[in-house]
């Protein structure tokens, strides 16, 4: 068995792993409050799973504890992640019920730490965010989701606001004036703590919906977790296949550079 290198971290309407095979539970104690995943077995490779709002989706986007969740990944041994996420579109070629798989992103959340590097003995960071999403997993994510023929936008610009709340359309239409793409709430720092972590990150977001105002329709949670849940099965394939698609070893420079986290031990899991 492969030591555990590779997360998958669920966004709205993915609670559990699905497929792992002799899965438990492994809590993880960080310097930024506990997390706890679920680790389990595909193939000859380890794979710990996260569910980014709780299993029973009870964490809301503004009270993530983002930090603690990759610290935890980090001191588990994780080097790849690939999350999911649920978007609002604003870009007529990324219609609902297609995936995006992101290259870039616009941050308009503010309500939480974005880093580990808080000074002091933590030090001070700026670290490089040219390709934020990993490129070597987002090409395999690409090469199968064509492969299942799923439509889906290779690259897309993800905007990221605090929530809970949805946009107005007001906002909406300044972050198209911005060159946003699509919407949500919990993407970042998400990836922003994952390059830092020196992590690979790639995201997959479903479009559950046009943004606010596209069409007029009123924007509720319960179709997004619908659209979402219609499609779990297709996003579980996907990223299954992808996680067998990747190499043992990375390829990208996501890992370059990566600062030094002392204050993060390992723990066996
Ligand atoms: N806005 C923000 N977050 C979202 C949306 C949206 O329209 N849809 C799903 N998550």
Redesign the pocket.
Known sequence: MRALELAIIGGTGVYDPGVLSDVRQVTVDTPYGTASALVGKRGDKEIAFMARHGYRHTVPPHMINHRANIAALKMMGVKRVMATC???SMNTAMPPGSFVFMDQFIDFAKSEVRTFFDGGDRGVVHVDYTNPYCPEIRAALVSNARRMGIIASDGGCYVC?D?PR??TPAEIRMFQMLGGDI???TGVPEVVLAREAGMCYASIAMV??W??GITGEP?GHSE?VEIMQANGERLRELMMLTIDALPDERHCACGHNAPDMPWLGRVDV
Do not use: D, K, R
């Open positions: 649920a978007v609002g606001t929530g949805f946009e919407v949500g709430m559950t919906n943004a606010a924007l997004v």
